[in-house]
């Protein structure tokens, strides 16, 4: 099965009684990442979010989100039929788990920016998208102008392929966009290789809602290292 955000929406509507229920079993094996803070990924499994139209939720154990809780969207949601503890907090999601791994063994998330070595001379930086409808059929792939580059492609034909960042860079806390739309932007077409160059820059020292490329382009030069992973 391929997991795009379409898919995931959908799954989360069908299991809906069991998210409320804070059943866990029997549930599809689906991990995904989200922006739990400035500058630091989460991660959850199914079962321990949900989507309230386009905005995404976790669920929380700690007391100290426990201002972020939002029972008016829980009750909007499950209704009666919430049982669960915790508390719901609004974050930004930020991509899947897919079956894959780069070269180093890494596991590799949608909206991961991928250095694609095909040999000495040709590299390319990418970002991994997910076409696929409610049923989940489709593909993980690099989605470019006028076609998808399948994933499984790269893999098979033996290319290296690094994870050096993400997508999200430039971020607005208030905004939904999707995953494909935020790989799509990475991936333009008419970009020049300056502004390629600044994309890769930005994509490494993510989660960011840093709007300025400067401010990238200083951590750089600092030498600064962000955990993105």
Known sequence: MTISDITLKYLCQKYRHEIGAGKNKSLPDIKVRYVAEAKEFGYAYFGNFFFYEDDFYVWEQDEKYEEDHNPEVVEDVFGNECKRQGYARRVLFAGVKTPFKDSNGEN?????????????????????????????????????????????????????????????????????VGVNQRTMEFNGWRDTEEERKEKVIMAQYTPNFDQEFWKYSALEILGVEYDWR
């Open 108 to 176: 590799i998330y949608t909206g991961d920016v991928i250095q694609i070595e095909k040999d000495q001379e040709r590299t390319e930086h990418l970002a991994v998208g997910a076409w696929s409808h409610e049923d989940g059929e489709g593909q993980y792939c690099f989605i470019l102008d006028n076609h998808n580059w399948d994933l499984e492609d790269c893999i098979r034909l033996h290319y290296r392929l690094t994870r050096v960042g993400t997508v999200f860079y430039r971020l607005n806390p208030s905004d939904y």
